[in-house]
């Protein structure tokens, strides 16, 4: 059975780090594009950042850029969302999703293009 199972969230205060796991169980992560989708409470889930099957390729949504880092362990077979400067607007739920029938050079960054997700991990950012 394909799974993915996400882990790291928590309680963070602002300007904190979090890193959140996403591991693959049944299947290897390598070579499938992974993305990271933020469920604000009340709002749409939402494309946070992304990889490529290659790795060579990421995206971030603006709001991100250069405090969120997403990076892959293909020996863990975990894809990681490494965040910081944590912002109260980060609260929320984070889920990973993965798909292997893109290009492998080619980021893909919508909900709609992916078939496997996990169960999602809350974050909370909050003094």
């Known amino acids: 059975q394909l799974q993915l199972v996400e882990s790291g969230g928590g309680l963070v205060q602002p300007g904190g780090s979090l890193r959140l796991s996403c591991a693959a169980s049944?299947?290897?992560?390598?070579?499938?594009?992974v993305g990271w989708f933020h469920q604000a409470p009340g709002k749409e889930r939402e494309p946070v950042s992304c990889?490529?099957?290659?790795?060579?390729?990421?995206y971030y949504v603006d709001s991100v850029k250069g405090r969120f880092t997403v990076s892959r362990d293909n020996a863990k077979n975990t894809v990681y969302l490494q965040m910081d400067s944590l912002k109260p607007e980060d609260t929320g739920v984070y889920y990973c999703?993965?798909?292997?029938?893109?290009?492998?050079?080619?980021?893909?960054?919508?909900?709609?293009?992916?078939?496997?997700w996990g169960q999602g991990t809350q974050v909370t950012v909050s003094s």
């Open positions: 999703a993965a798909d292997g029938s893109f290009g492998v050079d080619y980021v893909v960054c919508g909900d709609y293009a992916y078939d496997y």
């Open positions: 049944g299947f290897t992560l390598d070579g499938y594009g």
């Open positions: 990889i490529s099957r290659s790795d060579d390729s990421t």
